[in-house]
Nanobody
Framework: VQLQASGGGLVQTEGSLRLACAASGRTFVNYAMNWFRQAPGKEREFVAAISWSGGSTHYADSVRGRFTMSRDNAKNTVYLQMNSLKPEDTAVYYC????????????????WGQGTLVTVSS
């Protein structure tokens, strides 16, 4: 699976951004999809996950209630709607494909996208 993330940029505190991740290659619906992020000097961390059908999602505590993940299997695309952004959300955001919807560990990921930078100014 090849993953191409887009939609990052510079936004002010309390602003919104929508990230997208387009998939190609192997059958998209076979995979749970995830978003991870990595801030400068920090480890990559789990943000959100969505099941293969899109019927289930779960989120990191730090973003729950502000971020919403969705997928459109007809378009082979997942989205991350980010609202009420905070400076601490500044990071490179990576989409990823895995077989295990419940895992939040980076080492459970099978395929990574290239990342898109989100910068939230205070």
């Amino acid at each position: 699976v090849q993953l191409q993330a887009s939609g990052g940029g510079l936004v002010q505190t309390e602003g919104s951004l929508r990230l997208a991740c387009a998939a190609s290659g192997r059958t998209f619906v076979n995979y749970a999809m995830n978003w991870f992020r990595q801030a400068p000097g920090k480890e990559r961390e789990f943000v959100a996950a969505i099941s293969w059908s899109g019927g289930s999602t779960h989120y990191a505590d730090s973003v729950r209630g502000r971020f919403t993940m969705s997928r459109d299997n007809a378009k082979n695309t997942v989205y991350l709607q980010m609202n009420s952004l905070k400076p601490e959300d500044t990071a490179v955001y990576y989409c990823a494909a895995s077989k295990n919807y419940y895992s939040t560990a980076p080492n459970a990921v099978l395929y990574w996208g290239q990342g898109t930078l989100v910068t939230v100014s205070s």
